[in-house]
């Protein structure tokens, strides 16, 4: 069992910038893929970013290439999405994942509660 608790959502203006951070409970963090997906009112969950157990590689959806970067911290148990030129489309419910076999995708085992980010026009 892990526990995975997001922060860093709020308000922003088109074009502004927010980070999000999922903080992981456990010893074994470093075991895990990790990402993160997003929900919008009415649109299905869909995947944003992904990354590696050691960071070796990343995944992103293609309409947040070159806008946003994931990372991680295996010391301090912290994954991270920097999210840079942020637009209306955007706005979402942002969750945190986790799965010890794959990059995660809708099948991943865990799950946050997620953190809502608002871009604003």
């Known amino acids: 069992q892990i526990q995975l608790v997001e922060s860093g959502g709020g308000l922003v203006q088109a074009g502004g910038s927010l980070r999000l951070s999922c903080a992981a409970s456990?010893?074994?963090?470093?075991?895990?893929?990790m990402g993160w997906f997003r929900q919008a009112p009415g649109k299905e969950r869909e995947f944003v970013a992904g990354i590696s157990r050691n960071s070796g590689s990343t995944e992103y959806l293609d309409s947040v290439k070159g806008r946003f970067t994931i990372a991680r911290d295996n010391v301090q148990n912290m994954v991270y999405l920097q999210m840079n030129n942020l637009k209306p489309e955007d706005t979402a419910v942002y969750f945190c994942?986790?799965?010890?076999?794959?990059?995660?995708?809708?099948?991943?085992?865990?799950w946050g509660r997620g953190t809502q980010v608002t871009v604003s026009s």
């Open positions: 994942v986790g799965d010890p076999i794959r990059v995660p995708d809708l099948r991943a085992r865990y």
């Open positions: 456990g010893r074994t963090f470093s075991r895990y893929a």
